[in-house]
């Protein structure tokens, strides 16, 4: 009884967490892009420094009338969202946030976590697909290529820092890792977080939704909840990415004074003001660049991270 108990308490942590954390980077991102970008609307809902945007957002959202078009599949079409969504839910229920402390502490939690996180595409592609719209078809299929192109990458980093701890656990990688893989596994870090970006198809690598050409790509005849889901979902990628960042390349838990969950935590929304950082700083790439960027800088950045981890640990066993 008391295991079930264990369990069901990891999983109404995790649910929390998965519906509080991403609230926490919309509303970032809001304050953020508001400053760098001197965007005054956000600045202005509910008073102090706009404190009830996130809100307000929410309440437009619940307004918004849900249409679902005449010509589309409507079955894909509603469930797309979810599709879109619920994997991430199902990856932070093995990432650790400390010693033991995750939900479910798999032997080969890596593979799991990269294989759920590819899914999540599968709901921009249906979306794309079900709608009926040439702009939606065309995101889709944008979206498609995209992972295609960046999971080669994502892949190969993920296993460079698996080879250096040994084991495909993340909770065994977060143990193993030491200050001197910073330098070491820089490169794959790079790899892993820009390969990352792209499959959440954040800017720069927006072109599946790129509004000036194909108004929202796969979410463009989604309006009110539906349209929420997949806003949520974004903002989920985010946290799940950076969560996955910090198991993986910079030590998870580990740190100085601070308990190791709130190490976790203040290293997630470090690599999230990246993401948003990025977002503000680069200018979307054209479809071309986006697939030749991947090819011809993050798979060979990717491989010599492989080589270069091959040849520390045949020289240091």
């Known amino acids: 009884m008391a295991e079930v108990l264990d369990i069901a308490v990891r999983l109404v942590v995790v649910v929390a967490a998965f519906l509080l954390l991403p609230l926490i980077v919309g509303q970032m991102e809001h304050k953020a892009m508001a400053h760098m970008q001197s965007r005054l609307g956000p600045m202005y809902a509910g008073g102090f420094h706009g404190w009830a945007q996130l809100l307000a957002d929410g309440v437009k959202f619940a307004q918004k009338e849900d249409v679902i078009p005449a010509a589309a599949d409507r ?145 463009t005849e989604y309006a009110g909840f539906r349209f929420a889901l997949f806003m949520l979902a974004e903002y989920a990628g985010i946290v799940v990415l950076s969560a996955l960042t910090t198991v993986l390349f910079l030590g998870g838990w580990q740190g100085p004074l601070l308990p190791g969950p709130v190490w976790t935590l203040v290293k997630v929304f470090a690599l999230a003001f990246v993401v948003i950082w990025v977002r503000v700083s680069y200018p979307r790439m054209r479809e071309d660049q986006l697939q030749k960027f991947a090819w011809t800088v993050l798979v060979p950045l990717a491989l010599l991270q492989l080589a270069l981890t091959g040849v520390v640990r045949v020289l240091t066993a």
Not at 136 to 142: D, N, P, Q, T, Y
């Open 75 to 219: 079955r894909v079409f509603a469930i797309a969202p979810a599709v879109a969504l619920v994997p991430y839910l199902v990856v932070m229920v093995v990432i650790p946030v400390g010693p033991g402390l995750a939900a479910v502490d798999l032997d080969a939690g890596l593979f799991f976590v990269l294989a759920v996180m590819g899914v999540g595409v599968l709901g921009a592609i249906m979306a794309g697909w079900a709608s009926a719209n040439k702009y939606s078809v065309l995101g889709g299929i944008r979206a498609a290529a995209q992972l295609m192109s960046y999971e080669l990458p994502l892949v190969l980093a993920a296993s460079s820092v698996a080879m250096a701890a040994g084991t495909l656990s993340l909770q065994g990688i977060a143990e193993q890792w030491r200050w001197w893989w910073l330098p070491w596994q820089a490169i794959g870090a790079f790899v892993f977080f820009v390969a990352g970006l792209a499959e959440l198809r954040r800017p720069p690598f927006d072109m599946p939704i790129a509004e000036s050409e194909i108004i929202m790509g796969p979410m």
